[in-house]
């Protein structure tokens, strides 16, 4: 399995690495309807989680997570150094006293609007204001942001509404989604990606598939190749 962490432990300034992860159910939720995710996936994707915080410069959580998990984002599980806590909150809407801004364990950025820089310090966070398009932070902006700070191996863990986005900006190199053997029928989505009209212009990623307890962690390479569309209209229509 080192071959999962490979790539993103050889990341530097450099060649940068942003990794994302999400840990869903069978039909697609990260969590119910009330927010409940403990826990959708098992020890052994949490285990997985920790190594990935220990190789990251920077842990990205929105502010959802926080409010519906109110994780440490430490490496409790594994050896290694606790990566830089960054929490997305646009709005600025979290209190202060949840445990990333209340531990010092590792430092903390709280990333926010331009309109809610002050005050400068969120509990023990510091705070660093970015624009923002409707809720949602510039990803671009904050990539620069942590760059210039020496954070170049970024792990993007949750929610769904945080991984979507950097998806979308089209700044991940690989997407884990960690499929638990659960149903749970109507609540959090995961993944929203940008629409398309026809099939053959949808995102088809080169994949790992690797084994986790109970659960099955796929890793998307992003930045690899995908089938060429003239490729597949060389596909005769009756092995379609």
Not at 144 to 169: C, N, P, Q, T, Y
Not at 184 to 205: F, K
Request: charge should be negative; proline fraction near 5%.
């Amino acid at each position: 399995m080192l071959d999962l962490y490979e790539s993103f432990a050889r990341a530097d300034d450099r060649h940068p690495g942003v990794v994302a992860h999400l840990g869903q159910s069978i039909d697609g939720f990260i969590a119910t309807g009330s927010g409940d995710s403990y826990y959708v996936t098992g020890p052994a994707n949490l285990d997985h989680l920790h190594r990935m915080r220990a190789l990251a410069d920077a842990v990205i959580v929105g502010a959802g997570t926080v409010a519906a998990d109110d994780p440490s984002l430490t490496t409790r599980r594994v050896q290694g150094s606790n990566p830089v806590r960054v929490v997305l909150d646009g709005r600025r809407r979290l209190e202060d006293s949840w445990k990333v801004f209340t531990e010092d364990t590792a430092p903390t950025l709280l990333v926010c609007g331009r309109q809610h820089a002050t005050p400068q310090r969120h509990g023990l966070a510091e705070v660093i204001a970015l624009p923002q398009t409707s809720d949602m932070i510039s990803v671009d902006s904050l990539m620069a942001a942590l760059a210039e700070r020496g954070l170049h191996r970024i792990f993007v863990e949750g929610g769904g509404k945080a991984v979507s986005a950097f998806l979308a900006a089209g700044v991940l190199d690989r997407l884990q989604l960690a499929i638990a053997p659960v149903l749970i029928g109507e609540g959090r989505r995961g993944i929203v990606a940008p629409a398309h009209a026809r099939l053959r212009d949808c995102l088809r990623p080169a994949f790992r598939l690797y084994r986790m307890g109970d659960d099955l962690l796929y890793d998307y390479d992003l930045r690899a190749a995908a089938v060429d569309a003239s490729e597949a209209e060389s596909i005769p229509q009756r092995l379609r």
